[in-house]
């Protein structure tokens, strides 16, 4: 473009369109920066675990044949067609052709319609059967990635907590180095704290490739990287063990409702096969003799003699029962695994406040008491440390308390279906 191009009103049209692309993308920096930066809370791990699911797939082709089974199910027999010869190459009068007869007939069984319906309600319930074991399976996974999820944020948390011993390991190493400079301490005083100042940087650097394992191992859910941060803090909030569950049907309580419908409708299939289905036959016969044609008409109905069926229908009324009792069982047993996880919950819960509110104000107080004598010459080295490890253990105990606590937590929810829905609304998406 020449300069000469760049003159008049296309050069401040040009200026304005560039002037607005930058005002663009200086307005849209701070919003994507935030994208970028904002902690991966539970809702999207999991949003996200169940929309990479790779059991969808599978889950996707059973149903295509579960259909096809459907339309089967519904299909009425096949009729056949017969063709039956007499009175031909015998003796005397039959001993050739001419008093021959041929009969060509065509057989149709009726069936009833009762029996394709029930044959087409257990095709339909090994479908529902086929959709609840996919769900269950993706219900896995979201399960993996809630324990996953709070492990990585307690291993966030626990960085912290590696830190605040570096931090206070090199304060004590600035401090002892002055004392040593000045002959106050002997000279393993500053050997000592050159190795806590060691080890405490080993213990962080332990932490964060523990935190980034544990990021790595949550991200393969839905083939991602640890490219995404956790905030910490979210370990601290304890108010669900004061929440009454919510309690919906979860996968599994689904797949166990699926195998009593899907026995419910086997009975009803025994059932229709106790009564025996006719068949209508017509035809038409030829004599060889004469060339006269006649027609005929027949049918036969079996007869429930001996075989009545009753054998397959108890066993599948055997099976529904059994089916209705292990969702009794199931229902009965997730009562007493929520009662029981709330519990655990609530204790701590307890414990965690209790650490906060009275331990480690204590053991802060205890190490700053420890400094200020250390400063005057009344404690030794080995008394900083240990007050030092008092609060860290304190610390490092309240992460592993909370963290046991969104595990019961993760527990629970498995329990009462609080996630379920993602299921549905992933797939909708």
Known sequence: MTSSSLRGPRAWRWLALVSAIASSLVLAAPLWANAQSAPLSLT????????????STATQRRLTAADANIRQ??????PSLGIEAENFLGSNPYSGLNSAEFTLSYEQPLERKSKRQARVGVASAERDLVLAQGRARTWDAMNTAQSLWVEAVAAEAE??????????AEQSQAEISRRVWAARDPLFAGSLANTDVANARIALDQARAKARQLKLQLAALWGGGADFTLDPTVLQN????????????????EVLRARQRLSTAQVRVETTRRVQDPTLSAGIRHFRDDGSVAFLVGGSIPL??????????ERTRADAEAAAADLEVAERIRQRDIA????????????ARRIETEVIPMAEKAVAQVREGFARGGFTYRDVIGA???LINARARRVEILKQFHIEKAARDRLSGQWAPLIQTAAQN
Do not use: K, Y
Request: charged share 20%; hydrophobic share 35%; no cysteine.
């Open 238 to 253: 304890t108010s669900a063990v004061s929440a009454t569950p919510n309690l919906l049907d979860t996968p599994d309580l």
């Open 388 to 390: 030092q490890e008092t």
């Open 44 to 55: 999207e791990a999991l949003n996200r675990t169940v929309s990479a699911d790779p059991t």
């Open 159 to 168: 960085i912290g907590v590696a830190q605040e011993r570096l931090n206070l």
């Open 340 to 351: 029981a996880a709330t519990i655990r919950m609530t204790s701590l819960a307890e414990e």
């Open 73 to 78: 199910a519904g299909v009425r027999p096949n």
């Open 304 to 313: 429930n003699r001996f075989d009545t069926n009753q054998g397959n229908i």
